[in-house]
């Protein structure tokens, strides 16, 4: 079914008669509109991409079944525009994401629409339980994303030894993904060494990799919108003991957070597996180790111990445990993961043995 009266629908169950999308890959999604500064509104008596000159003619483009608005020409202001369009549109009730807008648009937007007596109704994820479960083309996409990110992270290996900074290290990563076709990088490059590798969301900054040091590489590609998310953790030189015991053990409840994906498990079963195993580690695991990942990189289902919803036939989703020891180092492995009848397929592919690089 056509994704606009979808919507309509589930609007219409809500006592609503249209809705306006304004978070860029909400608007992406339902409507085609690849960029930024566009919004949809939906109602009874049509579908309009509201922009501006400079996106006009790639709105046309990408969203041919929708009317396109430009607001610079027609009503010289975004908010009079939606309210104009409401009023074509046929809708009196207007739902809109609350999550999505700043106080300072809806105070603009509603001032303007009750004048013309309709109303402004606050709603959340009606558009991202559409987008829960992908469709074939999505995973198509996604597939491609994470080929990308597999070759680049494969091409990036050798470069890997003492001496190198972990800048150089992140821009030969992100200009191997665009070599191979992504769009752009999936999100900021986390790539770290040493003692930083504890530091969940580091920073690649102009620190050199040294004899002993983890490599950890936490990345993904852009392909036609979609992101994909992986982590691999890499040693320079011999591993001593608790390098090994600490890898090991992530490599471990990887596998057992994999073994616990699969269409009907809720998103808090492979934190419970994983927790099992991890003995006096456990204060140094994070709990958030898995999310949905798709036009954004952190979607519903979030895995963990707050995670409530239920794995989905075609769910794409991340499995990335970790422990992270501060002062010391961390290790986290992660793929991106498409949910199955039965279980799950990784659609990341680089190995997870150690790898130890000389
Ligand atoms: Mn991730």
């Given at each position: 079914m056509d994704k606009a009266k979808k919507i309509l629908e589930i609007v219409q169950e809500k006592g609503l008669d249209g809705m306006y999308i304004s978070k860029e890959s909400n608007v992406n999604y339902v409507?085609?509109?690849?960029?930024?500064?566009g919004y949809a509104i939906i109602g009874p008596n049509g579908k309009y991409l509201l922009t501006d000159s400079r996106f006009t003619e790639l709105a046309e483009k990408s969203c041919p079944d929708y009317k396109i608005v430009n607001w610079h020409l027609t009503s010289r202001s975004l908010p009079k525009a939606i309210a104009n369009t409401c009023i074509e549109a046929g809708i009196k009730k207007l739902g809109f994401e609350e999550c999505f807008t700043t106080f300072d648009k809806y105070t603009q937007i509603n001032s303007l629409l009750s004048e013309s007596g309709i109303e402004l109704v606050p709603t959340q994820n009606v558009i991202e339980t559409l987008r829960y479960v992908k469709s074939d083309e999505e995973i198509e996409n996604l597939r491609i994303s994470c080929q990308i990110a597999d070759k680049a992270l494969e091409e990036l290996v050798p470069y890997?030894?003492?001496?190198?900074t972990e800048r150089e290290l992140c821009a030969r990563l992100e200009f191997s993904m665009k070599m191979h076709g992504a769009q752009d990088i999936g999100f900021e490059t986390i790539l770290i060494s040493g003692a930083k590798?504890?530091?969940?969301h580091g920073k690649p900054s102009d620190k050199k990799v040294e004899e002993g040091d983890f490599v950890l590489v936490d990345f993904g590609a852009k392909y036609n919108g979609y992101i994909s998310d992986m982590t691999r953790t890499f040693i320079v030189g011999e591993p001593n003991e608790k390098q090994k015991e600490v890898y090991e053990l992530v490599r471990k409840s990887q596998e057992i957070g994999l073994e616990n994906m699969k269409n009907g498990a809720h998103a808090k079963d492979p934190d419970a597996e994983i927790r099992k195993i991890l003995g006096d580690y456990e204060e140094f695991y994070?709990?958030?180790m898995g999310h949905g990942v798709g036009?954004?990189?952190?979607?519903?289902?979030f895995l963990g111990i707050n995670g409530s919803r239920i794995m989905e036939t075609n769910c794409v989703i991340t499995m990335e445990p970790g422990i992270y020891i501060p002062g010391w180092g961390g290790v986290r492995i992660e793929d991106t993961v498409l949910i199955t009848e039965n279980g799950m397929e990784t659609l990341t592919h680089f190995p997870k043995e150690l790898m130890i690089l000389k």
């Open positions: 409507t085609g509109y690849p960029d930024e500064c890997i030894k003492p001496g190198v590798t504890s530091l969940l994070y709990s958030g036009l954004d990189l952190h979607e519903e289902p």
